[in-house]
């Protein structure tokens, strides 16, 4: 059962490493996709916290996986490349938008079971690390779907799919629209 256990540990660590940094890259991708609005104000939020919990998530993680962590990183930051630069370009923004918060929901997701499992193998700062993420995430990714609701008030904004707003010329604004051609 330890054995069993133990790789479902590691296993979690290098995918909870991946979806730190996809909270990282996708919600700042998404916010520059949208501008100056508050869903973006609110993946920016996101963000930074991943950037904040980064240094502890490495110190916990990178000494007893270090090859693990990487490739980990390394196919996180392949599958987000692809997102970004081909799957987002054909969603509208609404969609694009929505599926960060699904990725966002995975990575808390890994966070509450690894939590259990540090728990149960004693690891305290591991436990404590996960706790602090889950109570500090959680929150913020409320904030970024409650602001949902701004589409519903910009539908001409929610339906543009990703390659039109990547051709708009100048940055959005909650009070302009984009242009979209």
Request: glycine share 4%; charged share 30%.
């Amino acid at each position: 059962m330890t054995n069993e256990r133990t790789r479902l540990r590691e296993k979690l660590c290098r995918e909870i490493a991946q979806a730190e940094l996809s909270a990282i890259l996708h919600p700042e991708r998404e916010a520059r996709r949208l501008g100056d609005v508050p869903p973006a104000e609110k993946l920016l939020e996101i963000s930074a916290h991943a950037k904040h919990m980064r240094p502890r998530l490495d110190a916990l993680l990178v000494p007893n996986q270090p090859v693990g962590i990487r490739v980990g990183r390394l196919v996180g930051e392949m599958f987000s490349n692809t997102r970004h630069f081909f799957f987002d370009r054909f969603l509208s923004t609404e969609r694009s938008y929505r599926a960060t918060l699904l990725g966002l929901h995975h990575g808390i997701g890994i966070a509450k079971l690894l939590r259990e499992l540090a728990q149960r193998e004693d690891l305290v700062r591991l436990h404590r690390f996960c706790d602090d993420l889950i109570a500090d995430r959680e929150p913020l990714l409320r904030e970024a779907e409650r602001v949902l609701a701004w589409f519903a008030d910009h539908p001409d904004i929610a339906s543009a799919s990703g390659l039109r707003n990547a051709l708009a010329p100048s940055p959005r604004s909650h009070d302009a629209a984009p242009v979209l051609t």
